[in-house]
């Protein structure tokens, strides 16, 4: 039994040390448009948002001069999801890859990830998902 305790505390302190610093902001649109709070970029500036409803998440990166930048994680060749891999976005269906500004680095996908348009007003970033 206490090899049994040990190892799961052993196994739980491994894969607490996996864990992404990442947080997810779920949210739902209205009219197709996303709003989120400016103070979500108070320790960070970069978030990824699952909107329900959607088939995609958003990366949103806020840029030095206080812009925004929000990628449609879905990959360009196959509309497969694509997945945060470190500085990049990685789609596990044929192998693309994008870089952190959602440039195609490695095909088959041939263009870009998808960008929404934002605005700032106040104290809320909103998106328009169409």
């Not at 890859?97 to 348009?117: C, N, T, Y």
């Amino acid at each position: 039994m206490c090899i049994a305790l040990s190892s799961g505390f052993v196994l739980n302190s491994l894969l607490s040390g996996c864990k992404t610093p990442l947080g997810v902001i779920k949210t739902k649109s209205d009219n197709d448009v996303v709003t989120v709070p400016l103070t979500e970029f108070e320790k960070g500036d970069y978030k990824l948002v699952r909107v329900s409803n959607y088939d995609y998440d958003l990366a949103i990166q806020k840029k030095p001069d206080g812009t925004f930048d929000t990628l449609v994680l879905e990959c360009t060749h196959a509309g497969q999801p694509v997945t945060k891999t470190g500085n990049t976005y990685y789609c596990t269906l044929h192998g693309s890859v994008f870089s952190h500004e959602g440039k195609v680095m490695k095909g088959p996908a041939e263009r870009d990830l998808r960008k929404l348009a934002s605005t700032v007003s106040k104290d809320v970033l909103t998106i328009k998902l169409r």
